[in-house]
């Protein structure tokens, strides 16, 4: 089923959420939605491709990992997790890596930007907690749909 922001919002604006859309778009999927499952990382992308490993047809990952553009969280190899198990989008409050690969994947990642150097790999983070960037605190559960106009979340699925 189709969808677009800007509608939903026009129906749903006093229940929605807006993360601000600060992200660059990577990979061939322009627009995604999902249940949100969320990891809290820095400088560490163990959780995040341990998360991508698992099933992940309707869910959104909802990484934040602090920001930092001093390593990436994600590169070629744990995006095609992504791909092969089925999650609909990936969203990273920090740097990925390989983007001209990624761009050529059926996949939807938003990210801060790109850097070369991989992280660190200690296994440390959080998984399923709240997570605060881009103007909003976004909870595992919720709904997240995404596209050209930006990202809304949602207590509740919104179709």
Known sequence: MSY??????????????VLYDIFQSYGLKPDFHGEVVTVKVFED??????????????????????????????????????????????IINGAIRDAADIDGMNVAIKALGTHPFKSVKKGEGDVNIPVSFGGT????????????????ISAKKLH
């Open 4 to 17: 677009k922001t800007a509608d939903l919002s026009d129906d749903h604006s006093a229940n929605l959420k």
């Open 45 to 90: 992308n163990v959780l995040v491709k341990v998360q991508l490993e698992t099933d992940g047809r309707g869910k959104v990952l909802v990484v934040d990992g602090g920001g930092s553009m001093r390593c990436a969280l994600l590169g070629d190899n744990v995006a095609a997790l992504a791909v092969k198990n089925g999650w609909e989008g990936v």
């Open 137 to 152: 605190t976004i909870n595992p559960g919720e709904y997240l749909y995404s596209d050209a106009d930006g990202i809304i």
